[in-house]
């Protein structure tokens, strides 16, 4: 039951649709990323799918989390964990699921996620709106847009979607 070797499994899970568990999409291809990392990572490929440690699990992440591309966004890796956690999870479910790993030896189900960090997001401050909406109101090219556009995104909230309509404000 387990003598099945990590490239193999991956491969399953990465096309095996039988389970009706996992469908194509962006999840399933983010773990398709992390699962190419893993096969990837040296020594993983050659190991069967009862081998690894919690441990080896925990320097497996810090190593991706190391190894990771940053972005002006960086919050020191802490998706790259999380994603990384996920997709050991799901791959080693589906080895349980398909009898070629025992229960008591998915190691995975033990790994803990990253605690997440507090939110960089914020309301802006009420002197600060009133503000922006005075000056929008008394210049530009049409401040009655102007105000009419502010007051949908305050009432909505500035999402990266309506951020798009202040461009002309610029």
């Given at each position: 039951?387990?003598?099945?070797?990590?490239?193999?499994?991956?491969?399953?899970?990465?096309?095996?649709?039988?389970?009706?568990?996992?469908?194509?999409?962006?999840?399933?291809?983010?773990?398709?990323?992390?699962?190419?990392k893993l096969?990837?990572?040296?020594?993983?490929?050659?190991?069967?799918i009862d081998?690894?440690?919690?441990?080896?699990?925990?320097?497996?992440?810090?190593?991706?989390?190391?190894?990771?591309?940053?972005?002006?966004?960086?919050?020191?890796?802490?998706?790259?964990?999380?994603?990384?956690?996920?997709?050991?999870?799901?791959?080693?479910r589906y080895?349980?699921?398909?009898?070629?790993?025992?229960?008591?030896?998915?190691?995975?189900?033990?790994?803990?996620?990253?605690?997440?960090?507090?939110?960089?997001?914020?309301?802006?401050?009420?002197?600060?709106?009133?503000?922006?909406?005075?000056?929008?109101?008394?210049?530009?090219?049409?401040?009655?847009?102007?105000?009419?556009?502010?007051?949908?995104?305050?009432?909505?909230?500035?999402?990266?979607?309506?951020?798009?309509?202040?461009?002309?404000?610029?």
């Open positions: 039951m387990s003598d099945a070797a990590l490239p193999p499994v991956v491969s399953l899970e990465a096309s095996d649709r039988s389970t009706g568990r996992m469908p194509d999409t962006q999840t399933r291809q983010l773990y398709r990323l992390y699962w190419n096969l990837k990572t040296e020594g993983w490929a050659d190991r069967r081998e690894p440690t919690k441990a080896d699990f925990e320097r497996l992440i810090e190593h991706t989390r190391a190894h990771r591309q940053i972005r002006g966004s960086d919050r020191g890796g802490q998706s790259v964990a999380e994603h990384m956690i996920s997709a050991l999870r799901r791959l080693y080895a349980v699921d398909a009898e070629l790993l025992d229960p008591s030896r998915n190691i995975a189900r033990t790994l803990d996620r990253p605690r997440q960090h507090p939110s960089r997001r914020h309301a802006i401050p009420k002197p600060i709106l009133e503000a922006i909406n005075k000056f929008a109101a008394t210049t530009g090219h049409d401040p009655g847009l102007d105000v009419l556009l502010l007051r949908h995104a305050t009432e909505r909230g500035a999402t990266s979607v309506n951020r798009s309509i202040f461009r002309h404000l610029i």
